[in-house]
């Protein structure tokens, strides 16, 4: 793992932002919250991040456009989508996306096993 790991988390749920925060603190990420897309692309723009984790349903764009948007800044960004759909939605919403422009999803509502899990294996190390 780098010295110091960052993570910046984009979701427009206050509860979620606290809760991951507070979750990736725990296994030594730091971490950059945003509760809208405005402000999570200012920081994405001006920081270096090794892992952005985006919420899909977000107030004016969601989690697909930004991770698009991203990639095109940083083609290696790793990027983890969160949501609260069920799988059959999110298929849904793949079928008509323009890109999968992320490398997992994570399913609210999840435990901290399975942050360190899917995180760890995002980012190719065991958390």
Known sequence: MPDQ???LVIDDDECILKLM????NKVGIETDLCDTWESGMEMF???TYHLAILDIHMPGRDGFE???EMRQVRSEQKILIITGLSAGEVY???TTAENT???DILYKPFSFEKIKQ???SVM???L
């Open 5 to 7: 790991m960052k993570c």
């Open 92 to 94: 849904r919403h793949l």
């Open 101 to 103: 422009d992320f490398n």
């Open 66 to 68: 930004l991770a698009r």
């Open 118 to 120: 899917v995180v760890g």
């Open 45 to 47: 723009h001006k920081g």
């Open 124 to 126: 190719g190390m065991e």
């Open 21 to 24: 925060g507070r979750m990736l």
